[in-house]
């Protein structure tokens, strides 16, 4: 692997984070995370979608014409994620039910569109399978993070899914007892966004970078 | 009495962007002035109520008999995305000075979760035709007004020092976590003292 598809694969991850970085796909980032579970379903759903839409459109990208290209990805998007849908309905019925709304509108998780017209229509399909894994797994690890720290401090428990006897819910002492309920509500989610982001802000330019 | 209690329920208990996280990235991305906010709110509640009826249409004549239910994402996607081409085109033609204040906005809506969303809402909260317009020209509302009071608050805060890590996008989403605080007043108890 050379420098640059590794470079096309983690920059997702860290220097391009879709989250936190560009920005994008901000309404399922807070709106799924209040059990990590949930960010984890969301992130696996958000990696297929990613990954077979950019290999598709760069596959057809010679054949899509100029001005209707949006619509046209725009369909491929849509066709992954009634795949997604069908699939989690039928397997995971409680993080279907629990993602809801959330999980038709992958369709305008503008990560996915923002890939197909910024990537995905100029490069090749090993790189555009690269960069979907690469941006896929960094907006999976943001929702993850955030997911954790709302449920941790919010609820007290970390859910997973459940294996045998485990029931898939970890209770933390105390905690679970007195919950900073605040950050499980959609006040608390919006004010840990801008305090991560300040973090974020804070850390790059503590490195001396330019944010 | 439905549709006051639709408007109630969409303008403030469920507050399209302070509690249900949808249309977040124009509320970040367009709330810099208040003149864009006003804008961008106007054609999304314009798109909004037409969406709702055209995609409850589609549902009901088109999806149910034909038992296609599946394609419910597809078909609403370009049903939106279709809609917003076509009312650019009539805005444009009709009403030039309508296309120079909505103009720039129309295109983005496309991909604006909070139009989807009412679309799939409606359809899950089996709502009839006037319901359903109903919802989406009050959820369009709530966001403009999430929009205007968020776009005031960050012009103001451009007048005030902020540490150079909050300055920009963190603060205007712990304004906004401040503001989701406030409008959680507006709850359900709300809607049964309003209504009896």
Known sequence: MTSERREVLTRGIFKENPVFVIMLGLCPTLGVTTQVVNGIGM?????????????????LKNFIPNSIRIPAYIVIIAAFVTIVEMVMHAFVPSVYNALGIFLPLIVVNCIILGRAEAFASKNSVLDSFLDGVGMGFGFTL????????????????????????????IKIPLLYNYPIRILSLAAGALLLMGFLKAFFAWNSERKGETV | MTYIAIFITYIFVNNFILSQFLGLCPFIGVSKNSESAIGMGMAVTFVMGIAS???YLVYHLVLLPLNLVYLQTLSFILVIAALVQFVELIVQKNSPALYQALGIFLPLITTNCAVLGIAIMNINENYNLMESFSAG????????????????IRERLDLHPVRKAYSGVPIAFISGGLMALAFMAFDKSLLTNLLG
Not at chain 1, 43 to 59: D, Q, Y
Not at chain 1, 159 to 165: E, H, K, N
Request: glycine share 12%.
């Open chain 2, 53 to 55: 009826i055209m995609t």
């Open chain 1, 43 to 59: 992130g696996l759903g958000v990696i297929f979608v990613l990954v077979f839409s950019n290999i598709f459109i760069a596959l």
């Open chain 1, 142 to 169: 943001s929702l993850t993070l955030i997911a954790f720290i709302r449920e941790v401090f919010g609820s007290g428990t970390i859910t997973l899914i459940p294996i045998g006897s485990f029931d898939g819910v």
């Open chain 2, 137 to 152: 020209v009050a959820a369009g509302l709530g966001f403009t007004l999430a929009l205007i009071l968020m776009s005031n």
